[in-house]
Structures are given as structure tokens and as C-alpha cells.
């Protein structure tokens, strides 16, 4: 594993440096996330990994992966691992094991856009955004692709049936009635008085950084177009 600092005033940071050689599927890496459980997983271009803190496992279609490609990694509320894949097919890690469209009928699903965030509704069902102009709804034994005028790309809030997201460039509120425990899109408008939600941009010269987090112990991960995942820890 190659290490190296950069000095800073009062502190000093050290970044260790984790490539394809020490684990990772791909130096080219998307998304970072850690579990309830602590390991933290990482989406690249060539499977998913997951780091315990001494070593990665890594994970592909043969796993059952959906695509290798994973754009986002989402935990739900059972801690079940989601993977946003570039092929827009659903997967998900639960109890040592990779669900896919083959072993689970729920995910039989089919989105015209790039699966985004999550949100969970009171009764823990799964709302996933997109950047299609649809939302995918999972419950316990129903799920359902529902249509919407906007792009449903951060989802932010859910309670009393009313979904507030943001498409981008605006917050938007959608208004459901349930059916037989499906969701039915009853209204969707603009909050033209909000203001749009800004994404912060990741400074990390002079790497290409996609994501960052800081885990339950303080560290920073920052992870890389073509340079592998960074850990930052200080003296």
C-alpha cells in the first residue's frame, strides 16, 4: 500500500492510498458507503469491494451482481446493500448473499433512467429515485415502477404520503394515495419558493474525486477517477 502526506497548518494529514494491487476491483472508483455493520463497500467500474479494515472483498457478476459497473451503493433500513449499476438493473447484498432479478422477482423492474438515491417511507418500504422520469417502489411483497414528470434524482423526504426531491435543479413535492399497498401518483409540482439543492464539489487536487465520506472512527475516504480510494488520518 503506498502512503504519502501533505502538510497543512497545525496538522498533518496522511493518505493511504488503496489501488487495484491491495484489493480494490478497479482504481476507477464511484461511490463510497459504510453499513450499520461498519465495513464501508465501494461501487467501481469492475465490481463492488468491501473493506473490513485489514483487507476487500470483491464482487462481480458471477456473485450475482446485476452489472459490474456500480454507479451508487445504497443501505435500506433491513441493511440490505443496494447496487445503481450502469446496465439499470437492481441488485442488492443481504446476509453473506447477492440478489438479482434471478433470485428475487421484486426486482424484475425496468427504469429508463440511472438509479439514484433512497428513501424509506414510515412503514419501510423503499422509494429509488432516478435520473428517468420514474420512481421504483419496493415493499415486502409488491414493487412497481411509477412514472413522474420530473427526475426524481435526490429524494429527500417522505411522510404523510407527500415525497419532497430534488430533479436537479429544483425541489419538487409528489402527492401518493396507496392501492393495494402500491403508491398512486395523485399530483407532482415545483416548489417554485425553494431553493434548488447545490451539491458541494469534492476538492482533491490533483485527483478526480467522485465521493467522500467520514467513517464511524473520524476517517475521511475520498475515492477517484483512475487513482483507487484515499483514507485521510490525522497525526
Excluded at 111 to 134: A, C, E, H, M, W
Excluded at 182 to 209: A, C, G, M, Q, W
Amino acid at each position: 500500500m503506498s502512503c504519502f502526506a501533505i502538510c497543512v497548518s497545525g496538522q498533518q494529514p496522511f493518505y493511504q492510498n488503496f489501488l487495484v494491487e491491495d484489493g480494490l476491483p478497479s482504481a476507477t472508483v464511484y461511490d463510497i458507503e459504510q453499513d450499520h455493520e461498519g465495513f464501508i463497500w465501494f461501487g467501481t467500474e469492475a465490481g463492488v469491494a468491501r473493506f473490513d479494515g485489514l483487507s476487500f472483498i470483491s464482487f462481480s457478476k458471477e456473485d450475482g451482481l446485476a452489472d459490474n459497473e456500480v454507479f451508487d451503493i445504497y443501505e435500506d433500513h433491513i441493511g440490505r446493500i443496494w447496487f445503481y449499476p450502469f446496465n439499470k438493473k437492481l441488485s442488492y447484498y443481504l446476509e453473506g448473499k447477492i440478489y438479482n432479478a434471478s433470485n428475487d422477482s421484486l426486482l424484475s423492474l425496468k427504469t429508463s433512467g440511472y438509479f439514484k438515491s433512497g428513501i424509506q417511507t414510515p412503514q419501510n418500504d423503499l422509494f429509488i429515485g432516478s435520473t428517468g422520469k420514474n420512481l421504483v417502489f419496493i415493499a415486502t411483497d409488491t414493487s412497481a415502477v411509477i412514472k413522474t414528470e420530473f427526475r426524481p434524482i435526490r429524494l429527500i423526504r417522505f411522510e404523510n404520503n407527500l415525497l419532497i426531491y430534488s430533479d436537479g435543479k429544483s425541489i419538487c413535492k409528489a402527492t401518493f394515495n396507496f392501492s393495494n399497498k402500491v403508491p398512486v401518483l395523485l399530483s407532482e409540482t415545483k416548489l417554485e419558493d425553494t431553493l434548488p439543492h447545490v451539491l458541494s464539489k469534492i476538492e482533491f487536487e490533483p485527483y478526480s474525486p467522485t465521493d467522500s465520506i467520514t467513517d464511524t472512527e473520524g476517517n475521511v475516504w475520498i475515492s477517484t477517477l483512475g487513482n483507487g480510494v484515499f483514507m485521510q488520518t490525522y497525526e
